[in-house]
């Protein structure tokens, strides 16, 4: 009995103390609160829960950034979730430079929230949701104090979508911390740097002038973190003198990291290699300078084409799109509409010269309007911190898919298995009057889409310069095109002398019309290989069955011509097609089989990185920027790149080949091409040692222009990488 009343009397207390020892929300460790915030009391099915881990620091005390500097680490948390519940990574506030002693920390004092966010999956189950998370940390001074606990916060998994109650001190302090996270590089920021003995030399346009700027480097062993960024403010942006870490070997392919400029704006840039131009350098004790009055920075020219800078000038840049419009007539994409043109021609060959510049000038309007809306939707979604560039619509499944069916059902027409006109009205002769300069629009239009992929010579340069400017300059740059594009027909409906040249009309004109449909399936055969190619077999599988839904739908209004039924009935069937190229990418949708290809004949797939470090061991470096719906590109490869002396020419001089495949956006191709001047494929880039910008080559290619450029390659560089590649 004396036993059990003294066990009691010891369980007791210890009972009372349990409560305390429960995980919390929050702990408190040397120097430190720590506390885990979430933001709604309940969590809703299928729907984003933002959430944050809370530091409260003592005067002098801080905590790290992702990249802590010259010593230190970051928070960490490792989490243990209900299932159907999953959270992001710690988002990372724009920090501060912390100096101590002879070193230089990036951190936080005083305060700061780690954003993140919790997704509640639909299949998650209703009831409690204990979100337990172990959270590690170091807190710094002089000396550092590693700490670590157990967090936890109990929420209800709602069984139905509501609007759940949040803590006014809980979204306020969420709300100041998001704020404070870097956004996106916007559009139309343009970063380059420029690689010195000892310095970087960095140089933003922001649209105006900067009098504020610091950046923390996103990567350990870069730069010099205490030295001083020197800055200099230039008319519309401007220019920091980085010191390079004493340990680099090797100059970056990217300068990444975060920019804070005046007022708390905070941005993640990266930036390419470039030249800085009109800035002259700040001397390490730098006096009040003046700003400079020229230009900040300036693209990386390249040997070997036409400069996309602004030097270049809209009258040249437009001469040079409308030039790349005429020869794009001849480029094997636009080739099936030459056909659908020449069908127009000799069924308009008959009529007045009125009629006939009527088609011309309705025609030219369908490419112009089609141009305009392309390259307003580009801007806009360049605007909205999107980088895409020129065909980047070809790199979106559903449109391939949607452009394959299209294709497709015109081409059932031209063979004869119904007639679009007899489906869609019953009307006199007047009518078809009007749908014949319908059908001339559209043609236009459908000469812009499909000509989009492809990029003729003397096209390129246009283009990227074009993009890099002002909403205006870019719209007048691809009105030039556009007109190019349109004015070899143009030139035969304004020529009434040429006209004549054609055949009477006559019954041949139906088996025109139907061999016209070969071109145009072949195209669709072309379309369906970019599909298998990018998105894979089932991907394809589901293409191949909305092409038998849309014979169907053929079939009916070839079978009950001018029915209304009919018609219904292919419309829904239509219908269901639209939704299939919608849903099955996203569903059925597998990894791109493209990346075997790259690496056969020695391809290697190309990353920044990975030109880097060629360029540090001293090899030429040779870059296919390519895309597998870019039919110029498919060409140039058969016709040069795979031929057997390019080949041997590239293994004679030890060029490493690197294939760059943009048939799925890519944010850093897209950056990489925006640097060389270029915002589509084709674009080759011949990295030579010793030259820190590349030469560029043709757009279509020739055995003989590869081989000779290679040829050029300087003597010893061929022999100093033949060496290294015999070491090995």
């Not at 429960?22 to 506390?35: K, N, T």
């Not at 490792?78 to 990372?92: I, K, M, N, R, Y």
């Not at 290679?710 to 003597?715: S, T």
Request: net charge positive.
């Amino acid at each position: 009995m004396r036993f059990f009343r003294l066990a009691l009397a010891f369980l007791v207390p210890l009972a009372a103390c349990l409560p305390a020892l429960a995980a919390s929300s929050s702990a408190d460790g040397p120097h430190v609160h720590v506390q885990l915030v979430v933001l709604p009391q309940e969590l809703s099915r299928g729907g984003t829960a933002h959430a944050g881990l809370y530091f409260k620091l003592e005067p002098g005390w801080h905590v790290y950034w992702k990249n802590a500097g010259d010593a230190g680490q970051p928070p960490r948390i490792h989490w243990t979730l209900p299932q159907g519940v999953t959270a992001s990574d710690l988002e990372f506030p724009a920090p501060q430079r912390l100096p101590l002693g002879p070193l230089m920390d990036f951190g936080y004092e005083n305060e700061v929230l780690f954003p993140l966010a919790l997704q509640v999956a639909q299949t998650a189950k209703p009831g409690p949701a204990p979100l337990q998370a172990k959270v590690s940390w170091l807190v710094c001074q002089a000396t550092c104090i590693p700490g670590k606990a157990d967090l936890e916060v109990d929420r209800e998994i709602a069984g139905h979508q509501g609007k759940s109650t949040v803590l006014v001190s809980d979204q306020a302090l969420y709300d100041r911390f998001a704020a404070r996270l870097p956004k996106p590089q916007p559009h139309l920021f343009k970063a380059v740097f420029q690689p010195e003995k000892s310095d970087f030399r960095l140089a933003v346009v922001t649209g105006q002038k900067e009098d504020s700027a610091v950046f923390f480097p996103a990567d350990q062993g870069i730069l010099d973190n205490p030295a001083a960024q020197r800055l200099t403010p230039t008319p519309r942006g401007f220019v920091l003198d980085l010191r390079k870490d004493a340990g680099l070997t090797a100059n970056p392919a990217e300068l990444k990291g975060v920019l804070e400029l005046a007022g708390g704006r905070a941005y993640e840039i990266a930036a390419l290699p470039g030249m800085v131009k009109g800035v002259p350098a700040v001397a390490d004790e730098p006096a009040a300078a003046s700003p400079a009055s020229g230009a900040a920075m300036s693209p990386a020219p390249a040997a070997g084409r036409v400069s996309s800078s602004s030097s270049m000038g809209l009258f040249s840049a437009a001469g040079l799109a409308f030039l790349g419009g005429l020869l794009l007539n001849l480029m094997p994409c636009v080739f099936p509409v030459l056909f659908l043109k020449g069908l127009a021609l000799v069924q308009s060959g008959s009529e007045e010269r009125r009629k006939l510049r009527a088609h011309g000038f309705v025609y030219t309007l369908g490419i112009v309007v089609s141009f305009w809306i392309l390259v307003g939707v580009l801007l806009g979604l360049r605007a909205a911190g999107t980088g895409l560039g020129w065909g980047f619509q070809f790199q979106s499944p559903v449109f391939l898919s949607l452009m394959a069916g299209l294709l497709f059902f015109l081409g059932l027409s031209l063979a004869g298995q119904f007639e679009i006109g007899l489906t869609l009205t019953s009307t006199g002769g007047s009518l078809a009057t009007r749908q014949g300069y319908t059908g001339s629009f559209f043609t236009g239009v459908l000469a812009v889409i499909v000509a989009t992929p492809c990029t003729a010579p003397l096209m390129g340069a246009a283009v990227g310069y074009a993009l890099a400017q002002p909403a205006a300059v870019t719209f007048a740059v691809f009105t030039a095109l556009a007109l190019g594009l349109a004015a070899p027909y143009v030139a035969l409906t304004l020529q009434p002398a040429w006209t004549r040249l054609l055949p009477r009309p006559g019954a041949w004109m139906d088996v025109l019309k139907q061999a016209i449909s070969v071109p145009i399936f072949a195209t669709v055969i072309w379309l369906a290989w970019v599909v298998a190619q990018a998105y894979g077999a089932s991907v394809l599988a589901a293409l191949l069955g909305s092409f038998l839904l849309l014979a169907i739908a053929g079939w009916f209004l070839g079978r009950w011509p001018a029915r209304r039924w009919s018609t219904a009935v292919a419309i829904g069937i239509v219908l269901v097609v639209i939704a299939v190229s919608a849903l099955a990418p996203r569903r059925l949708s597998t990894a791109s089989e493209a990346s075997s290809v790259t690496e056969k004949q020695g391809w290697e797939p190309w990353s920044a990185e990975t030109v880097a470090r060629y360029q540090a061991q001293g090899r030429p470096v040779f870059v296919d920027f390519t895309a597998s719906w870019c039919l110029s590109c498919q060409v140039n490869e058969r016709v040069a790149l795979s031929q057997t002396q390019v080949q041997q020419a590239f293994a004679d001089a030890n060029v490493a080949l690197l294939r760059a495949d943009w048939t799925r956006h890519d944010d850093a191709i897209t950056q990489a091409l925006t640097a060389l001047g270029r915002d589509g494929v084709p674009a080759y880039a011949l990295y030579v040692p010793g030259n820190s910008t590349p030469q560029m080559l043709p757009e279509v290619l020739t055995p003989g222009i590869v081989t000779n450029a290679l040829v050029a390659l300087p003597r010893h560089a061929n022999q100093s990488s033949a060496r290294a590649s015999a070491l090995k």
